[in-house]
């Protein structure tokens, strides 16, 4: 996105709105209203003011300072994009956290004056928020106001953005089909219902993008890559509202609702309604998925009380139906096909006609094959087509005004995945076309190490994914290499390509939720040398009860099946570094990818290059 | 212990005297005023009341029903040990956690008047209380009232107690020298106090025994096992108090505090002097040791705050010093010396002489042999000597009355060790004399590689013992096998043998301490066949930093050094299902064993033991 003002006039505009209203900081999260990790353009105010575009983190500015916060996924995307004039970097885990630098740094700076810290509510959740307070009166700032932005009052980055902030998006909104989703909305509503019952709670405001579309068996395109629509819902114990304006609604979906007596509501209209519904009421708001104004309204309708565990869709959600995995697994393999041709084209012209396509020309062909695919909709996020240095870049998007070319020199790794009416694809391969050094290939070979392990782990029932995390990465840490990144998150059903609850991470968020079967989760560890390559393999997995010689305390056991069927890269595997176990899971993961996918080649070269990327190997 | 009332009898008059207070419910806590994890028989509440006699758990008595909770490590011994017709038996994390009974069962049952739960604040952490409290609101339990008993009115259970109740303890206290404790008094001191200027408290309340006694240099032995005397200690800006008797101090422990100008205090008037000290100060009182009644105290002082995070002391005592690691070292290999003595006694007894020892009476036969090894104080814990199902009871303690003779049939746990005056220790072998079952074998050799597993990890500054666990239980998890106990504690440096913060665990405090060089930690994974046998593998390991080939993000790795040296149970061992990297780490281990003990060794079977038992395996 360009935009028509220098990233220096931007923060000076904003720090004039911030003086009028006596604001000496000003919080910029990415999330939007929803809390949602990919947001419409609209809702890009991180990214408008300080021009970084990776997907995570957040901006303060001062009147002295303009600071962004990112993790270690971007910091060198960040440092590419930000203007370091105007811009200061911190890295999450590295430099001081935002709690930190407020207390060290900005309110240390003048002990005898308060500081009003402004945000607006909409776009913060409860739990940052929360968080944020508790923080600071724990470290003793009695000096620090938090403010939140009156509601109704325009956002300080919007007023800065000005005429040329895109307009609020209206995608069609329409039915995902019982065939594909696998429940009705009628059974959903019921099992909301009764999860509210079940917590003492008779208003539930259900909050992120995903679940309501969950929820109501609806898909929009809003957001990019999410097959979603803006909008809140508002459920009691006898009715169900729906924030989203009629005129938006395909037929059928306007039909489907209509049967169940749901009432849409324009989105605008979710504070106001809001205050009326919740008076008195006693409110479910998911304190890491609502937003402060939320929050606010409820408390002011008043409400009886607010009950902030997670919302119950989130849940049910993750655990797909039968009709979902079959879904998932068939998009997987349509998937596969689409990726297996790709490859082979790519290295044909690489290896044989000796062309040397860009990252971007090879992502665009890609692209084209996957929206052949039966069932397809849209990527379900940005390709990641990346050479050598770049894809050290964990969440690197070329460019084609200067992205690299695709050689037989350098290692290629491509991250990418699509939507199908069936389900979300995503999957990583990372691939070398000529000889690899001997470095490349024992980076590879520790990463696919690592990813067997996670595939292979047998792990009791109440397992997190904070545990296995640490699994994944022992063959790794043997050598002293890591990775910057969770390795795992779920993934939705014709849904969000990232979704929770549950995560394989070394966040402490990840011990929260214990692994069930039915969740689908990535497996994709990495390794990343700054300025030199970089190395994920990605399977999507679907977790299922196993069963073990014994049963420990009549406990279930739980593994994996994984979905994805793209093969590894043999020419970058030391073989002298796998145990014969591993070198047997590869023969026999090559052998399914051969016999699953192989039926759905069309192309010549694909499916000999499939023939030839599954021959067994032997030490 | 014997008590000279009947378990019914007991609870009866303790619901008397319930009724006199209008208590509804009585919370028996196992702790001590310092939540000590083993506490002086005065202070054995729990057991008292309910004739349980485990370390761990908590007793509930309402006027109709007498529960107790405990962990996994304690279901078998509490079946036995509690009288059914009186108590009933809470399992933990497999029955209802004692918040979800007292507001399903206990509140439920009387919707409409308020029920007073009353506890003694003294044995409560400010923490467990306001965990407690916090649950019970978010439940909604409005009609629950938690209530204090008033300080200085006599605890319910120690009235029940009455004359049979023993005596506090007044055991010597004596200086542990410099020598062992590798820092000054003075030093210590002014580490405490620049960590309080750090966190912005001018008075520290230093409530568990074991950080006391670190920080004075002092011991004693008010309970079993553990060299600490009951006392608490106030440090301010510039008073040092400590909370004992004068009389009880040896005459050099006297003069070094003198010299630093340490003033004593009567135990017991703690209380009273907090109340004057704390008023307007900024107090420190760790949430997870100190106590209700300390906190009341401030709060009422009333005190400017109250910080609750970890008393510092807890990680300067975890992170050992030089001399501190020395001692630790050379006391394991005077302990690994007594016990291969033993071992090779009792298998000449039950291979040679054809004897079978009672548990009792091998056990007392080891004690004499440690308590024979130079800088010997005491044992560290009761000796568990276990044979066949008994080992199967993870805490087993052997009663002369009724327990098993050591035979060549069955498998023989022994979990051990000693007080030195240089260091703690703790040792877990399980040994068969004759020739074991394929089962046996088969559930060994995967305890044993979860015992390698753990001890040869590699991990980057940061992963937390949480992460840890999961990798040492691997192993077990593949075929179905587990264990009900946490796989490593901290050790303290002639201190108690359970010390924190670190701890290898699923438990969820586990992941919030990152591992750290200098600590010590036990690798312990077990398997318990209930009614067959049990097994345990036991070492202590000291983290330290480790070379890798790589240093991703210039992070530090770390790994173990262990520091015990007592052979594996060849016999057990199946070295079918052994990798050759575990083969070797076997041959290595038994090398080190032989090098380094068998100089210590005065005993001529014990050497041709050890030289038998450490003979390298082949395949």
């Known amino acids: 996105m360009s935009s028509s003002?220098?990233?220096?006039?931007?923060?000076?505009?904003?720090?004039?709105?911030?003086?009028?209203?006596?604001?000496?900081?000003?919080?910029i999260p990415s999330e939007d209203a929803h809390q949602s990790e990919y947001v419409a353009n609209c809702d890009q105010r991180r990214q408008f003011i300080s021009d970084f575009t990776g997907s995570a983190g957040?901006?303060?500015?001062?009147?002295?300072?303009?600071?962004l916060w990112t993790d270690g996924r971007y910091f060198l995307q960040a440092e590419k994009e930000l203007d370091s004039k105007v811009w200061k970097l911190m890295r999450m885990l590295e430099d001081k956290s935002l709690e930190d630098w407020l207390v060290d740094c900005f309110i240390a700076e003048s002990p005898q004056t308060v500081r009003n810290i402004g945000m607006d509510g909409r776009f913060i959740s409860v739990a940052s928020f929360k968080r944020l307070e508790k923080t600071l009166q724990d470290k003793g700032s009695s000096n620090a106001s938090l403010v939140l932005l009156t509601i109704g009052e325009?956002?300080?980055?919007?007023?800065?953005?000005?005429?040329?902030?895109?307009?609020?998006?209206?995608?069609?909104?329409?039915?995902?089909?019982?065939?594909?989703?696998?429940?009705?909305?009628?059974?959903?509503?019921a099992r909301v219902r009764e999860s509210m019952a079940k917590n003492h709670c008779n208003l539930l405001i259900v909050s992120a993008l995903d679940e309501v579309a969950w929820l109501f068996n609806l898909r929009g395109s809003d957001v990019e890559y999410n097959p979603v629509f803006l909008s809140y819902a508002i459920i009691t114990d006898t009715q169900s509202l729906l924030f989203v304006d009629a005129s938006r609604l395909e037929k059928e979906a306007q039909q489907s609702l209509n049967e169940q007596n749901i009432q849409t509501i324009p989105y605008e209209n979710i504070f106001q309604v809001l205050q009326e519904k919740a008076k008195g009421c006693k409110v479910w708001l998911d304190k890491n998925k609502g937003n402060m104004a939320?929050?606010?309204?409820?408390?002011?309708?008043?409400?009886?009380?607010?009950?902030?565990?997670?919302?119950?869709?989130?849940?049910?959600?993750?655990l797909k139906n039968e009709r979902e995995v079959q879904g998932a697994k068939d998009a997987h393999i349509r998937d596969a096909a689409a990726l297996i041709t790709y490859f082979a084209w790519l290295e044909h012209q690489v290896v044989v006609e000796k062309q040397k396509p860009t990252e971007c020309e090879a992502a665009d062909v890609l692209d084209s094959l996957r929206s052949k695919q039966n069932l397809f909709v849209s990527l379900s996020f940005p390709t990641i087509s990346s050479v050598g240095s770049n894809a050290a870049i964990i969440h690197y998007r070329p460019n084609p005004k200067d992205c690299k070319r695709v050689d037989n020199?350098?290692?290629?790794?491509?991250?990418?995945?699509?939507?199908?009416?069936?389900?979300?694809?995503?999957?990583?391969?990372?691939?070398?076309?000529?000889?690899p050094s001997q470095r490349e290939k024992e980076c590879y070979t520790r990463v696919l190490k690592s990813h067997i392990q996670m595939d292979t782990a047998i792990f009791p029932k109440g397992t997190s994914g904070l545990a296995l995390d640490c699994l994944t990465r022992a063959p790794l840490w043997k050598v002293g290499l890591d990775y910057r990144h969770g390795?795992?998150?779920?993934?939705?059903?014709?849904?969000?390509?990232?979704?929770?609850?549950q995560s394989i991470s070394f966040r402490p968020s990840a011990s929260e939720v214990a692994l069930e079967p039915n969740m689908l989760v990535t497996d994709e560890p990495g390794y990343y040398e700054d300025g030199a390559f970089g190395i994920r393999i990605e399977n999507v997995l679907l977790i299922k009860s196993v069963e073990t010689p014994n049963q420990f305390g009549g406990k279930p056991y739980y593994g994996f099946e994984h979905i994805t069927f793209v093969p590894m890269e043999s020419r970058l595997i030391d073989l002298n570094l796998l145990t014969d176990e591993e070198l047997t899971w590869i023969n026999r993961y090559h052998e399914e990818c051969w016999s699953k996918v192989s039926p759905y080649l069309k192309d010549e070269k694909a499916f000999k290059w499939l023939q030839e990327r599954t021959r067994p190997l032997n030490k």
């Open 409 to 435: 020199q350098h290692i290629y790794l491509c991250d990418s995945g699509g939507q199908y009416r069936d389900g979300t694809t995503d999957v990583t391969r990372t691939l070398h076309f000529g000889i």
């Open 294 to 318: 939320l929050y606010q309204v409820c408390q002011n309708a008043p409400c009886e009380k607010i009950v902030e565990k997670p919302c119950p869709i989130s849940w049910f959600k993750a």
């Open 487 to 501: 390795t795992g998150h779920g993934v939705g059903s014709f849904l969000n390509v990232h979704e929770g609850p």
């Open 58 to 67: 957040f901006a303060v500015v001062t009147q002295q300072e303009a600071l």
């Open 5 to 27: 003002i220098s990233a220096e006039q931007k923060v000076t505009l904003l720090r004039k709105y911030m003086k009028d209203l006596q604001l000496d900081a000003f919080i």
């Open 154 to 189: 325009e956002n300080l980055v919007d007023k800065v953005w000005g005429k040329d902030k895109p307009p609020i998006p209206k995608s069609l909104v329409f039915l995902h089909s019982e065939e594909y989703a696998g429940e009705s909305v009628k059974s959903k509503l």
